[in-house]
């Protein structure tokens, strides 16, 4: 995107192979950092195309930006904010401040909401607003789920393609659970197919065992 010269044939290719994988199936469209898109004229008028007619191909879209001020400034922020009626807002202690509280109306929220969302815990509460209604939620994830769902850092990365090399993929839960400070969690993995019922002792390790345990 900040290569000038290499954008418009780049998007056009992306575009075209995107397009061609629309096929009705269910299909999750993930726009991460979603600010750069909304910069560049073409990928907009694009997104403002797709927001109107991918819906009739089975096709969700999923924006996610660190800044709600670059999208409510887009050229497209109305067709944004009528095309993804579900909204999970991210806790900010300066949401209340007079600039930020404007960006939150924009979105359809009342003082009320905006408070919430800035008295939030980082981290851990999100507000999740929808034609249903609205309200905070706790993600509530316990340290195994953390270890896994969590591990996006560049020395994560670099953790999980060493021991991946080394373990080849055989063992290579348990290998990730030790070196994330979880051996006990490594045991419960070893030990699980002797603890099944019987009727489940040939079959695959289920993880949502030990993170509902949790």
Known sequence: MHAKGAVVPVITYLFHRLEARFTGKPTLLI???AWLFMDDPMFAARIREWLKTLRKKNVSVVFATQSLADIANSSIAPALVESCPTRIFLPNE????????????????????IELISRATPKRDYYHQSPLGARVFDLGLGPIALSICG?????DQAMLDRIWAETEGDGFAACWLIEKGLPWAAELLTRWPGHAPESE??????????????
């Open 201 to 214: 002792a040939h079959a695959p390790f289920n993880p949502a065992h030990i993170l509902a345990a949790e």
């Open 31 to 33: 726009l991460d950092e």
């Open 151 to 155: 591990a996006s850092s560049p020395d």
């Open 94 to 113: 300066r949401a209340q401040e007079p600039q930020s509280r404007e960006t939150y109306h924009r979105f359809g929220l009342n003082a009320r909401q």
